[in-house]
Nanobody, 122 residues
Framework: QVQLVESGGGLVQAGGSLRLSCVAS????????MGWFRQAPGKEREFVAG?????YYGASAKGRFTIARDNAKYTVYLQMSSLKPEDTAVYYC??????????????????WGQGTQVTVSS
């Protein structure tokens, strides 16, 4: 059973930075593509960034967010900078069993964490 646990969310002022972490267990981490998604109240879950055979970012993340992974620590990170109030959402970590999955397709991810809240104040 794959388990994903996110941490690092919180309250930050606009222009600030946060680093989210997601620790995985129950699978061979290095063989999985990993992604970050977010969901704001009343909105659909949105792709933020993914890392597998390539690294790919959603439009909202390009130039501000960086995804990275440490296979030895079974951890994927999302470094977020220049945060805006519209970045406020619950951020979810996800795992796809196919390493070369199309990273932005939510349907490719079969395992999800419980989410961590990020709130950006203006």
């Amino acid at each position: 059973q794959v388990q994903l646990v996110e941490s690092g969310g919180g309250l930050v002022q606009a222009g600030g930075s946060l680093r989210l972490s997601c620790v995985a267990s129950g699978h061979t981490f290095s063989t999985y593509a990993m992604g970050w998604f977010r969901q704001a109240p009343g909105k659909e879950r949105e792709f933020v960034a993914g890392i597998g055979g390539a690294t790919y970012y959603g439009a909202s993340a390009k130039g501000r967010f960086t995804i990275a992974r440490d296979n030895a620590k079974y951890t994927v990170y999302l470094q977020m900078s220049s945060l805006k109030p519209e970045d406020t959402a619950v951020y979810y970590c996800a795992a796809a069993s196919a390493f070369y999955s199309t990273l932005s397709h939510i349907s490719n991810y079969h395992y999800w964490g419980q989410g961590t809240q990020v709130t950006v104040s203006s």
